[in-house]
């Protein structure tokens, strides 16, 4: 079971960016999708998250301009991203929790996708 992350880039401030995440393998069900970011130096930290009845968490700092939304049929998770700010430059992570096929809950994440907000 692995996630694959696209959808980073280069943006100007006041731009917008839509990240993309797909979980593949054999999976049962998933419970929560989200996606956190990193800057050097500092620890990951919680953006979006959503649950499988979809029930939304925002970090303080992206409230009412990101959005994350999820595909229960494709295994996916989104981050639409409006009026970015260079504070948003980050490595963004997708995180999912969910139940493979072969059973146990587990926890994965896939490999960061870079965001850099700058003129």
């Known amino acids: 079971v692995q996630l694959q992350a696209s959808g980073g880039g280069l943006v100007q401030p006041g731009g917008s960016l839509r990240l993309s995440c797909a979980a593949s393998?054999?999976?049962?069900?998933?419970?929560?999708m989200g996606w956190y970011r990193q800057t050097p130096g500092k620890e990951r930290e919680l953006v979006a998250i959503?649950?499988?009845?979809?029930?939304?968490t925002y970090a303080d700092a992206v409230k009412d301009r990101f959005t994350i939304s999820r595909d229960n049929a494709k295994n996916a998770v989104y981050l639409q991203m409006n009026t970015l700010k260079p504070e948003d430059t980050a490595v963004y992570y997708c995180?999912?929790?969910?139940?493979?096929?072969?059973?146990?809950?587990?926890?994965?994440w896939g490999k960061g996708t870079l965001v850099t907000v700058s003129s």
């Open positions: 959503i649950n499988s009845v979809e029930t939304i």
């Open positions: 393998g054999s999976i049962f069900s998933i419970n929560k």
């Open positions: 995180n999912a929790d969910l139940w493979p096929l072969n059973g146990g809950n587990m926890v994965i």
